[in-house]
């Protein structure tokens, strides 16, 4: 017997807006009022309804000249441009926007694809979208079980409908003994969505203009949906990557496919410099002269004689012949002689004669190139720093222009953006982001509330953030408070912590006496205020005298109460404008702010007299205020005095740098760094490094280890990787900036840890100087330990990480 089959058509209109897939739903009602149903899940061609298009005005082009670019999308669209070296592209791969990680994020938010390990008697899952309250907003992937219970309802699960009225006409579980229901196979259907030969000679005199990123920069289509530019290429000899994402408010995101331009010339030179070397090393630059013209050149290379280098080649300058298509090496060997940034250039062009060439044809193109590019020389031994910082203040200060306004707005769009980088799922923030397992509670203020115990006790910087935010949830800040008023025997951290609190609460009365009461305890001199913790840190002390200011100002307090307050704070300020920490930096530049904008009334004209080591003067005015005026002392050492008349506060900061052939004396650490060759040739060495904490019995928290190579070696990233992915190690994070690896670990025990990681030799130095290695704690700097470390010869080759 064979049933009747039926068969209908049904027409669908398929279009952008149910990319990247859409399930059908097929059912009908039975006379006995049984459903049949059946679901089929359908993907559709990824396409956008913002169509987005780039494209570049050439295939190829010479560095250094014009190419135009154009972007297509919805009009009146905000795009975004990028355009970076394509070998930088292939490193970075994994954070580059595609149009499958966009889909991916709807395909993970389907609503369909719900199994449960028994529908008879499991909750009937909530229609719509999956909630993301407390979770992340991707849906994580849904398992498919091997349930042998089946009837139509699953056929509506799969869709993502659910409707009350169909509880009732759930029918019996039928227990299918040898099969289980599996996702149906895709469907694929398609939707319905709308070298010429090069020059010979460099377009510029010297190519100097290097850059891993071309464009990166936003831009709007007009009317007709089309922006155009005209840009320059770098001199780089590399293919470019560029796309354009671009959002409108109609037909929404939309992202282009990749497009490229090669920056090209048929003869150019390259060579490859050490990131940075140390005095007296001294190091082989390979220079690499390339051809494509039709036939051999002869071709004259010379380098122009590097300030603080001395030679110790026979020659600088070389002939060769360079048939086409091919390349020669010349080898030039340079010995550092002096500290600072030097630059070197190295020309070729076409020799007067051809007889290097000897019998070869010979072109008749004129060749010509030459590449500067820069080389840092630093000073052997471990780097010390002395920072001395004067605050002075004839009167009061300055106005808000429109202009600072401005620029003070970018940058607090900016550090916005960048800080949601370091958001979790919960709403909470920390140092690294979702690799950390848990919110930092002092970076975040409203991931504190889900996490309040039942006494109210959350911590007193979690409150002053919440009163800042203008929270108003008063339960929640009458139990804080009452708790903070039953502590006793506080910390001056403490006291000025709770203080603040209570006056950003209005309890001026409650603040103010706790700074009467912890006033006998501070630390004056020479017009100098600052107090001292048990056990505290220097990042402690800062972070101490910032919460007095921002306690003072807040009750009221004048200007003149707290100047002492801040003349012990930009005391402390670093060359870079921070404290002695991440976090001490926060509440410092908040205390400072704060307390310019109280002082900030009449217009800023200072002339500043410095004598002594260094003859100069100075003026700061309104139109320079927030310009950094920096002044070498070339007499070291020397004694430098400095007068300051006028209107308006000023910081003179005096940053001494040098080196000591010897690490500092007190260490709470224990740090080992070993070097070694691993490859015959040692081309490739291996790095160990075995770390501790000293003080018995005691864990130093997130500490930073940081490892400078030896000069002419670069970092394996691969490895690194994978020290980062142990998680046994506790390494959070593992960064290379500068040619200095910085690896971040969770803790640091008295049991210690011991890592590798491979590095590779892309310069050959013949008497590198001694890499060095320092750790400390990153929220207690002063606690650290300074080693260095080098290689060995070829036979001291090592096995691999043993931790990796």
Known sequence: YVPPIGEVSIPVDVDATISPSFTLLVFYVREDRETVADSQKIEVEKCFKNEVEMEFGNEVKQPGTKTSLKVTSSPNSLCGVKVVDKSISLLDSNDQLTKDKIFQLLENMDTGIYYSTNPCNEDIPQPGLYSTKGSSIIRPPQPWSTSSYEDSFA???????????????????????????RPAAPVAIAADSKIGMAPTKSAVEVRDYFPETWLFQMETTGPDGIFTTKETLPHTITEWIGSAVCVNAEDGLGLSNTTSIKGFQAFFISYTLPISVIRGEEFTVVVSIFSYA??????????????GFSTTSDSIDSELCVQSGTSENLRIRLKATKVGSVNITVRAETASSS??????????????????QSLEVQPEGFPREEVHSILFCPTDIGKLTDKIKSQAIRNLNTGYQRELNYRHIDGSFSAFGTVDKEGSMFLT??????????????????????LISDFENETVIDNALSCLSEDSNLSPYETFLYAYAEALAGKTEAAQKRLEDIKPRA???????????????????LETAAYAVLTNLQIGNTASDVLPLIRYLTMNLNPRGGFHSTQDTVVGLDALSKFAKIVYKDPVDISVTISGGLNKKV??????????????????????????VG?????????????????????????????????????????????????????AGMSLVQIKMVTGTVPDKESLDQLVANENNKILRADVENNEVNLYFSEISNDGAQISFYVNEIVEVSNPQPGTAKVFDYYTPENSATTSYSFGDPEAAAAGPENA
């Open 155 to 181: 056929a509506f699960q799969d869709a993502g409908f659910f409707s009350e009225s169909y509880i009732g006409n759930q029918g019996p579980a039928v227990a299918l003994a040898s099969t289980a229901r």
């Open 294 to 307: 039709d036939a051999a050149l002869p071709i004259a290379v010379s380098m122009d004689q590097p300030e």
């Open 355 to 372: 007889s290097v060439c000897g019998s070869s044809p010979v072109s008749d193109s004129l060749a010509k190139d030459a590449i500067t």
């Open 445 to 466: 203020a409203f991931g504190g509330l889900e996490k309040e115990k039942n006494n109210g006790a959350i911590t007193s910087y979690v409150i002053a953030s919440l």
């Open 523 to 541: 630390n004056t001199t020479d017009g100098v205020e600052y107090y001292k913790n048990p056990n505290g840190s220097k990042a402690t002390e």
């Open 619 to 644: 003026e700061i005015s309104e139109d320079n205020k927030l310009l950094v005026q920096r002044n070498m002392v070339d007499e070291v050492p020397s004694v430098l005095k400095i007068e300051a």
């Open 647 to 699: 209107s308006g506060c000023g910081l003179v900061q005096t940053s001494l740098r040098y080196n000591t052939n010897t690490p500092p004396e007190k260490q709470k650490f224990y740090l080992e760094v070993v070097g070694a060759c691993s490859s015959s040739d040692c081309k490739q060495k291996k790095i160990t490094c075995i770390v501790s904490y000293v003080p018995n019995g005691k864990v």
